[in-house]
């Protein structure tokens, strides 16, 4: 296996010499994930009817193959779930362990390219450009040794799509799941395989945009490709264009490995297991859980924050929110708790009862920080004190520390 700076090297003197039109790309997508990461921990719920809910007063929000088979249906609310089909396991969700899972996955890809683009806690594009001289294997022996790799390392099923494009490659993963787990769109597949494909199939083809194309006789992805730049930029601007060209194979998007940092930073999620609550004492270390969460993902992109944003959800789904503007940003918990405890007794009521909490980080600033003139001890023994929690999450996982409220 190739691997580390030597992979990056060789990756590099090939990819020069490619035109970005004659990219191969390919779209690893986790299968049932949420449903597979509690399969992996649990092996007894593999060949079963399982579903993973929001809570034990939420939805369906994944499913293995045999509750899709048995007909249990995406957002089905639990309640209803388990009427219909009581012999179904049904397990609450546990973000913390697929974010986990997802971690390892995406580890697996780093071993065939430098040039991987995730987009979701499932989902990854890879570059394999030239990877065939590499390896010494053709692309389908590369996707299907890179499928047996993950599958052996994580125990997550993976399909994968295969071409020249993002959104022939999406288009492709889609596909895979129902033909084996591999599917390869190649240039002599294109025509085959668009002139089958509906419109609301194609990734970024929303639905007002699909109604906008309907209107004007486009129902299928090959009715699209057969008119010009013109006529799409007319009717759907600069976006029409790239998705005709990428629909030809055409890579217009690369695959970026450098992630955006992120505009704004929410962590929300239901009381504890998802059961109703009016416990102060509860709420608040829930609250602090997020905020924690959110102070360690700012400081991952070396961001502060200039606003803190609270959310409380009551049981009858009546959404509470505050926010505070500090008087400087800070990537630091403890100060941000001040302005937390300074908005919680104006929401909080007793005898109501809450379903979720959050909190939202705004007004992001990355990179270099603007000194203050009243900067002091107390700053810089936060930035030690951030840095060691980080240190130790890094080394026992994560929530191993705490802060109070």
């Known amino acids: 296996m190739i691997t580390g700076a030597k992979l990056l090297e060789n990756n590099q003197n090939i990819n020069d010499n490619i035109d970005m039109k004659t990219r191969v790309i390919a779209l690893v997508d986790c299968d049932s994930f949420f449903v597979s990461c509690e399969q992996a921990e649990k092996p007894e719920l593999k060949n079963t009817p399982t579903c993973v ?35 179904a ?146 009717l759907l601007g600069i976006n029409g ?55 360690s993902k700012l400081r991952y992109y070396n961001g502060k924050c200039k606003t803190v944003g609270l959310i409380l959800k009551t049981k009858d789904f009546a959404v509470l929110y505050d926010k505070r503007v500090l008087v400087k940003p800070t990537d630091f918990e403890l100060t941000l708790q001040k302005s937390i405890n300074e908005m919680l007794p104006n929401m909080y009521r007793k005898g109501v009862l809450y379903r979720a909490t959050g909190v939202v980080l705004e007004g992001l600033s990355y990179g270099g920080e603007q000194l203050y003139i009243f900067s002091t001890e107390e700053d810089e023994k936060a930035r030690n004190l951030s840095q060691c929690i980080d240190n130790i999450e890094k080394r026992f996982g994560k929530n191993k520390i705490r802060t109070g409220f």
């Not at 959104?167 to 668009?194: M, P, Q």
């Not at 992630?259 to 608040?284: C, H, M, R, W, Y």
């Open 241 to 295: 264009i790239e998705l005709r060209h990428e629909l030809l194979g055409e890579c217009v998007s690369k695959v970026n490995s450098k992630a955006d940092p992120p505009k704004s930073i929410q962590n929300t999620s239901v009381i504890g297991e998802g059961t109703f609550s009016d416990d102060l004492l509860t709420i608040k270390m829930e609250i602090s859980k997020h905020l924690h969460g959110a102070c």
């Open 89 to 234: 396991n049904y397990i609450c969700s546990n973000h913390a362990r697929y974010h986990e899972y997802s971690k390892r996955v995406m580890s697996c890809l780093t071993d065939y390219s430098p040039d991987i683009e995730i987009v979701s806690v499932d989902e990854a594009y890879i570059d394999l450009t030239g990877t065939e001289k590499l390896f010494k294997k053709n692309y389908i022996e590369i996707v299907k040794e890179i499928r047996k790799v993950i599958l052996e390392k994580t125990d997550i099923p993976v399909s994968i799509g295969l071409s020249h494009s993002k959104i022939l490659a999406k288009l492709a993963s889609d596909k895979a799941k129902k033909t084996g787990g591999i599917f390869k769109i190649g240039k002599r597949d294109i025509e085959s395989v668009l002139s089958k494909t509906e419109i609301e199939e194609i990734c970024g083809i929303g639905r007002a945009n699909a109604l906008t194309l309907k209107r004007n006789g486009i129902l299928l992805a090959s009715e699209l490709v057969a008119k010009d730049d013109i006529w799409l930029r007319s």
């Open 53 to 87: 809910v929001s809570g034990p007063n939420g939805c369906v929000v994944s499913r293995s193959r045999e509750a899709k088979e048995m007909g249990i249906k995406m957002g089905m609310p639990l309640f209803m779930a388990k009427k219909e089909f009581p012999t």
